[in-house]
């Protein structure tokens, strides 16, 4: 069905035909130019990251122990003065990378052939529209994946001295460029642009709808939805965990009986801490410990890294499927 | 395989509005068929539903033979010239031969290029550079050159000027001579089509009015000029498909001239496929149909 002629092309390379070539020509400049974005970022990532782990040896922060403790306290001081900035902001940027995808490349897919009146050509060629479609996502989806999968593997690199301060876990939006969630995304946005760019048949809405669909399900679900892939772990504060380096989902005191301490009582208690003398926060941990009340802890460690990204992942894995099989779906039956 | 495509009840619905109706016709293979109606008439859509880009609300219709519409059988043996010929506009016109070499299974590229040689376009030409006369010919030779065995387009020439309307004509009507391929072409401008086609089809307002070949019509069809009086005494079995009629004079154009009762004072003179088109246009419930002449039985 999508027979490909390999015949010596250029430099002896295999020569595309059929399809794989159609998918090509028509969209190598929107592959080209995610590649330069992503080209562009890994090399500043290089560089940053050179300097930034070499940094890290040489303030001493990767051989003083216990990132918390009194040893590193100087040494993390200076690393973060220098480097907290880009480790903070760029990985905010980058979690909307994968929209670039949807807009350049999936939008346009259908709607550009609608609006410009080019499927009239296209489908009736002899090639159907079915094999089109699906030989185009198949073909854009491998490349994608392989560009950004490579570009999670630079990102997570670069962050490795965070990391290892932090815990995967913790790592702010680092968790969205890690991995493989950044890659699944964008086979999200990929076959999400295309479905919408069938149905709404022209290129310029397509894409907005696009970046606000993307938009609408993967910010309820980072939010709403991550937390519920695991049970956190819930243990008392007082048990020596590194907190610094897990994701902290919740803190709370609780009463002798093990109920949960509501905001008004917390509010009660504190004043009434107040009225002691009570000043600091480890003071007010003693003095509540004193009335019998514990405070808890609930959180996800940071080895539950990879089974949260594959969960996650799975999830925007099944999303890409579905999407594609409503495009091919509605491309076979509802005609234009 | 006498026809090349057959309706039955075909219809066409977008939202309320149906742009083709109940549509039963059968295009004999092996013949220049021109689709004519005026805008609106429902013409693209039966192309596209002949070509498999839209699928029917109501009825039926095969290709060559028996095949669906879109079915890869039938996309191989087609070729489609769609209406304002909508090519890559970006791609050169190699890349866009090379496009067409890749989708379609039967592309002969030494066909194309000897055509597009042959009135000097340069194929490192970007098709967006090109004059509308020079991309029609461009469209037209890339779909000769996958030798279809039906060649459909829509309004090939409505856009071109005079010159590039006779050349693209004239182009068509040489690879029809050497080929032997079937034709279906729409336009809305009947006036060259006299010379090139040799059935017609006229669709209005979704439904189709005048099917014939050129020939039969012209010989059935005349023009009666002569005093309103007695009108009705020259028509004997006559139909009349339009009339124009002064205090004195009446113009009658009728169908079936044989069975006028001729009289002296009346004159009877040839016409033309243009007027006899237009006649059928002004009066919409006119119609000259054969019986239903399906050569094979439409699958439910």
Same mark, same amino acid.
């Given at each position: 069905?999508?027979?490909?002629?390999?015949?010596?092309?250029?430099?002896?390379?295999?020569?595309?035909?059929?399809?794989?070539?159609?998918?090509?020509?028509?969209?190598?400049?929107?592959?080209?130019?995610?590649?330069?974005?992503?080209?562009?970022?890994?090399?500043?990532?290089?560089?940053?990251?050179?300097?930034?782990?070499?940094?890290?040896?040489?303030?001493?922060?990767?051989?003083?122990?216990?990132?918390?403790?009194?040893?590193?306290?100087?040494?993390?001081?200076?690393?973060?003065?220098?480097?907290?900035?880009?480790?903070?902001?760029?990985?905010?940027?980058?979690?909307?990378?994968?929209?670039?995808?949807?807009?350049?490349?999936?939008?346009?897919?259908?709607?550009?052939?609608?609006?410009?009146?080019?499927?009239?050509?296209?489908?009736?060629?002899?090639?159907?529209?079915?094999?089109?479609?699906?030989?185009?996502?198949?073909?854009?989806?491998?490349?994608?994946?392989?560009?950004?999968?490579?570009?999670?593997?630079?990102?997570?690199?670069?962050? +490795?001295?965070?990391?290892?301060?932090?815990?995967?876990?913790?790592?702010?939006?680092?968790?969205?460029?890690?991995?493989?969630?950044?890659?699944?995304?964008?086979?999200?946005?990929?076959?999400?642009?295309?479905?919408?760019?069938?149905?709404?048949?022209?290129?310029?809405?397509?894409?907005?709808?696009?970046?606000?669909?993307?938009?609408?399900?993967?910010?309820?679900?980072?939010?709403?939805?991550?937390?519920?892939?695991?049970?956190?772990?819930?243990?008392?504060?007082?048990?020596?965990?590194?907190?610094?380096?897990?994701? +902290?989902?919740?803190?709370?005191?609780?009463?002798?009986?093990?109920?949960?301490?509501?905001?008004?009582?917390?509010?009660?208690?504190?004043?009434?801490?107040?009225?002691?003398?009570?000043?600091?926060?480890?003071?007010?941990?003693?003095?509540?410990?004193?009335?019998?009340?514990?405070?808890?802890?609930?959180?996800?460690?940071?080895?539950?890294?990879?089974?949260?990204?594959?969960?996650?992942?799975?999830?925007?894995?099944?999303? +890409?499927?579905?999407?594609?099989?409503?495009?091919?779906?509605?491309?076979?039956?509802?005609?234009? | 395989?006498?026809?090349?495509?057959?309706?039955?009840?075909?219809?066409?619905?977008?939202?309320?509005?149906?742009?083709?109706?109940?549509?039963?016709?059968?295009?004999?293979?092996?013949?220049? %068929?021109?689709? @004519?109606?005026?805008?609106?008439?429902?013409?693209?859509?039966?192309?596209?539903?002949?070509?498999?880009?839209?699928?029917?609300?109501?009825?039926?219709?095969?290709?060559?033979?028996?095949?669906?519409?879109?079915?890869?059988?039938?996309?191989?043996?087609?070729?489609?010239?769609?209406?304002?010929?909508?090519?890559?506009?970006?791609?050169?016109?190699?890349?866009?031969?090379?496009?067409?070499?890749?989708?379609?299974?039967?592309?002969?590229?030494?066909?194309?290029?000897?055509?597009?040689?042959?009135?000097?376009?340069?194929?490192?030409?970007?098709? #967006?550079?090109?004059?509308?006369?020079?991309?029609?010919?461009?469209?037209?030779?890339?779909?000769?050159?996958?030798?279809?065995?039906?060649?459909?387009?829509?309004?090939?020439?409505?856009?071109?000027?005079?010159?590039?309307?006779?050349?693209?004509?004239?182009?068509?009507?040489?690879?029809?001579?050497?080929? #032997?391929?079937?034709?279906?072409?729409?336009?809305?401008?009947?006036?060259?089509?006299?010379?090139?086609?040799?059935?017609?089809?006229?669709?209005?307002?979704?439904?189709?009015?005048?099917?014939?070949?050129?020939?039969?019509?012209?010989?059935?069809?005349?023009?009666?000029?002569?005093?309103?009086?007695?009108?009705?005494?020259?028509?004997?079995?006559?139909?009349? %498909?339009?009339? *124009?009629?002064?205090?004195?004079?009446?113009?009658?154009? %009728?169908?079936?001239?044989?069975?006028?009762?001729?009289?002296?004072?009346?004159? %009877?003179?040839?016409? *033309?496929?243009?007027?006899? @088109?237009?006649?059928?246009?002004?009066?919409?419930?006119?119609?000259?149909?054969?019986?239903?002449?399906? *050569?094979?039985?439409?699958?439910?």
């Amino acid at each position: 069905m999508t027979a490909t002629t390999v015949a010596p092309g250029r430099w002896g390379l295999p020569r595309l035909g059929g399809l794989p070539w159609v998918t090509w020509r028509q969209h190598r400049l929107a592959i080209a130019g995610l590649a330069v974005v992503f080209g562009g970022v890994s090399i500043f990532l290089l560089f940053n990251g050179l300097a930034m782990h070499h940094a890290y040896v040489k303030t001493g922060l990767s051989s003083c122990g216990n990132p918390n403790g009194a040893s590193c306290q100087i040494p993390l001081d200076i690393f973060s003065s220098k480097y907290e900035n880009w480790a903070q902001l760029t990985p905010r940027f980058l979690a909307f990378l994968p929209i670039a995808t949807g807009i350049f490349i999936g939008a346009p897919m259908v709607a550009r052939e609608i609006e410009t009146g080019t499927f009239r050509f296209a489908w009736t060629q002899g090639r159907n529209r079915v094999q089109w479609i699906t030989v185009k996502m198949v073909l854009v989806g491998i490349v994608l994946v392989v560009m950004s999968l490579a570009f999670s593997a630079v990102f997570t690199w670069w962050f +490795t001295p965070w990391d290892s301060l932090m815990g995967r876990m913790t790592s702010g939006q680092a968790y969205e460029t890690e991995g493989i969630v950044f890659a699944a995304r964008t086979t999200f946005a990929l076959t999400l642009g295309a479905l919408l760019g069938t149905l709404i048949r022209r290129t310029l809405p397509a894409m907005a709808a696009t970046i606000a669909a993307w938009l609408a399900v993967v910010w309820p679900a980072t939010v709403y939805l991550r937390p519920l892939i695991m049970k956190p772990i819930v243990v008392s504060a007082s048990t020596q965990i590194d907190v610094s380096r897990t994701w +902290t989902i919740d803190d709370w005191y609780q009463d002798r009986a093990g109920h949960r301490l509501k905001a008004y009582q917390m509010d009660q208690l504190v004043q009434q801490a107040r009225q002691d003398g009570v000043r600091s926060r480890k003071d007010l941990a003693h003095w509540m410990t004193q009335r019998h009340y514990t405070e808890r802890i609930s959180y996800q460690p940071g080895n539950r890294f990879w089974h949260f990204q594959t969960v996650e992942a799975s999830g925007y894995v099944v999303l +890409t499927l579905l999407l594609a099989g409503a495009t091919i779906w509605w491309l076979q039956h509802r005609t234009v | 395989m006498s026809s090349v495509i057959e309706t039955r009840g075909l219809g066409k619905r977008y939202g309320r509005a149906w742009a083709l109706r109940d549509c039963s016709l059968a295009i004999p293979a092996g013949r220049v %068929v021109a689709l @004519v109606g005026p805008n609106g008439a429902g013409k693209t859509t039966l192309l596209h539903l002949a070509v498999g880009l839209t699928e029917p609300s109501a009825g039926d219709i095969v290709v060559l033979g028996d095949i669906r519409p879109g079915r890869d059988k039938a996309l191989t043996r087609i070729g489609f010239v769609a209406q304002d010929t909508p090519l890559y506009p970006t791609l050169s016109v190699a890349d866009t031969m090379r496009l067409v070499s890749c989708l379609s299974a039967r592309f002969d590229e030494a066909h194309a290029r000897a055509r597009l040689a042959a009135i000097d376009i340069p194929l490192s030409r970007k098709v #967006g550079h090109l004059s509308g006369g020079q991309r029609s010919q461009v469209a037209l030779a890339v779909a000769l050159a996958r030798h279809p065995e039906l060649l459909i387009l829509d309004e090939p020439v409505a856009r071109l000027d005079p010159l590039a309307r006779h050349e693209f004509m004239a182009a068509l009507m040489t690879a029809v001579a050497e080929d #032997g391929i079937s034709v279906l072409l729409s336009s809305h401008v009947v006036s060259e089509l006299e010379r090139v086609c040799d059935h017609l089809v006229v669709l209005a307002e979704g439904r189709t009015q005048v099917i014939g070949d050129v020939e039969d019509l012209l010989a059935s069809h005349r023009v009666l000029t002569g005093p309103v009086g007695q009108a009705e005494a020259v028509l004997g079995g006559a139909v009349v %498909v339009s009339e *124009n009629r002064t205090e004195r004079q009446a113009t009658l154009l %009728v169908r079936d001239a044989d069975r006028i009762t001729p009289l002296p004072s009346w004159q %009877v003179q040839e016409t *033309n496929l243009e007027e006899i @088109v237009l006649s059928y246009l002004r009066f919409p419930q006119a119609s000259a149909l054969p019986g239903p002449a399906l *050569n094979r039985a439409v699958s439910a």
